[in-house]
C-alpha cells in the first residue's frame, strides 16, 4: 500500500542553521592595510628576487682564479718566482724579466731570501736579482728607487760602480754588471677573474 506523503514549512530564524560561504568580517578593531602598503610589499619582495636571481647569474658567470704562478714560475709568498737558465749580463737580465711581464728579484727581509735561496738548486750558480751599486749616492739601490736599508741583506765583495748584485744558495754577492749569470724575476701574484663566455 502507498503511504501519503506529508509536507512542512519549516520557519527558521535567518542567523542559525547553515553559515553563508562568504568569509566572516574581521572584527571591528582590526585595522586593514591600505592597497598601497600592500603593492608596496609585493613590489619589494619582487625586487628582492630579482636582485637575488641578479647574483646568482653574475657568480655563475664571473668565477675568481685561484691566485696561481704561470708555468714554469715558482710561488713564495705573494710573489711569482722565474729562475733562468741561461746567462747573461745584468742589464740584458733586466730587459728579459720586462719581456715577462716581471722584474728582477726584489727581496724584502731575511725570511724572503731564505725562501728564495731553498729554490736555488746548487751551491755554485749565481743568480742576478734587482739590486745594483749607484753614484752619486754610493749606495746599493733596488730596481724600484728603494735603497738598500742597512743591515737588511749582506753582500759579499766590492761596493763600487757598475756592480751587481747575486744570490747563491748561501750568500749575497757583489760582481761586475757585465759579467754573465743566470737572474731571477718576480711577478706580484693578482687575483684574476675569468669571464665565462657563452660559445659561439
Not at 592597497?35 to 675568481?64: M, N
Not at 714560475?73 to 724579466?97: G, R, T, V, Y
Amino acid at each position: 500500500m502507498d503511504r501519503p506523503v506529508i509536507y512542512a514549512d519549516l520557519n527558521l530564524p535567518r542567523d542559525s542553521g547553515l553559515k553563508s560561504s562568504s568569509p566572516p568580517s574581521p572584527p571591528q578593531d582590526i585595522r586593514q592595510c591600505p592597497r598601497w602598503h600592500q603593492f608596496a610589499l609585493k613590489l619589494g619582495c619582487a625586487g628582492i628576487l630579482l636582485l637575488a636571481l641578479t647574483v646568482i647569474v653574475l657568480s655563475v658567470s664571473e668565477r675568481p682564479n685561484l691566485l696561481n704562478c704561470p708555468m714554469d714560475w715558482h710561488l713564495i709568498q705573494e710573489k711569482c718566482l722565474f729562475i733562468s737558465q741561461n746567462p747573461s749580463p745584468w742589464n740584458d737580465s733586466l730587459a728579459d724579466c720586462s719581456t715577462k711581464e716581471s722584474i728582477l728579484l726584489l727581496i724584502r727581509d731575511q725570511e724572503e731570501l731564505k725562501l728564495v735561496q731553498k729554490l736555488i738548486e746548487h751551491g755554485g750558480i749565481l743568480y742576478w736579482i734587482g739590486l745594483n751599486f749607484t753614484l752619486p749616492e754610493k749606495n746599493w739601490r733596488w730596481i724600484n728607487g728603494s735603497f738598500l736599508k742597512p743591515d737588511a741583506l749582506k753582500i759579499t765583495g766590492d761596493a763600487e760602480e757598475n756592480n751587481c748584485a747575486l744570490i747563491s744558495k748561501e750568500k749575497i754577492f757583489s760582481e761586475n754588471c757585465e759579467a754573465e749569470n743566470k737572474w731571477i724575476c718576480q711577478k706580484e701574484l693578482k687575483s684574476v677573474r675569468n669571464k665565462v663566455c657563452p660559445d659561439s
